[in-house]
């Protein structure tokens, strides 16, 4: 029987490239998202994958989210935490809002997600969970203090869940992708990319969302029982971890 999948920010950019390989490869995937209606109904009419709108800074909203999709398509197996957001500032200058907005939905939501789904994983003797990072969480980044210590804190975060989990058959494990091609990097003007970022990246290009999710389906996978508290870095040579 396919396994039930959750991909949390999983109808845009590489949570919707996950979502869709995931799909492909034969689990049945649901997608939450969070507040964009449009882009959430144009991906399911696109996809056919069921789509889900809370909160995942809000443990109430998780909890009653997550028990909705269980009740309708069973346990949950493997939980893509992917869903963030950034509000980019100078910490001089960062209020407490840009600071907690994204430490509630990048950092917080690997609680209020990943809480209601561990004791069933545990029970039945298999979980997979995979954690979406980024470069900036390994290096930091000017005007992303908030950003860098969320992407930072999930890695920290998953090596402890995968010590506690890994006699139970559940892995842990995390992705920090570079610079991907999806609509906020694309949006950079084309100078600014070609002069600032693209020199930085050894292999000279962009990377695609298709490869974070091929990273993910990998680790997935059965035959990925061996790896957990692992961080895979997949940015083009940007950063060597």
């Not at 800074?57 to 939980?79: M, Q």
Request: proline share 3%; hydrophobic share 40%.
């Amino acid at each position: 029987m396919a396994r039930v999948t959750l991909v949390t920010g999983g109808t845009r950019g590489i949570g919707a490239a996950i979502s869709r390989k995931l799909k492909e490869a034969g689990y049945t995937v649901v997608a939450n998202y969070g507040g964009n209606d449009e882009a959430a109904n144009r991906f399911k009419a696109e996809t056919g994958i069921p789509v889900y709108k809370f909160d995942v800074s809000d443990p109430a909203a998780c909890e009653a989210g997550i028990r909705t999709i269980e009740s309708e398509f069973g346990p949950i197996e493997v939980l893509v935490n992917n869903a963030g957001i950034t509000r980019d500032g100078m910490f001089h200058r960062m209020t407490y809002e840009q600071w907690s907005a994204v430490i509630r939905t990048n950092l917080d939501s690997m609680f209020t997600c990943t809480r209601p789904i561990i004791e069933g994983m545990r029970e039945r003797g298999f979980g997979r969970i995979v954690i979406i990072s980024s470069i900036n969480g390994q290096k930091g980044q000017m005007g992303q203090a908030n950003y860098s210590a969320a992407k930072a804190g999930v890695i920290g975060f998953a090596k402890a869940l995968a010590l506690e989990n890994a006699g139970k058959g559940i892995t842990v494990n995390v992705i920090a992708p570079g610079y991907i091609a999806t609509e906020m990097v694309q949006a950079v003007p084309e100078e600014v990319l070609k002069s600032k970022i693209l020199p930085l990246i050894p292999v000279g290009r962009l990377g695609e969302a298709e490869e974070i999710a091929r990273s993910v389906l990998f680790l997935v996978g059965d035959g990925a029982g061996f790896i957990t508290g692992s961080t895979l870095s997949v940015n083009g040579g940007q950063y060597m971890a």
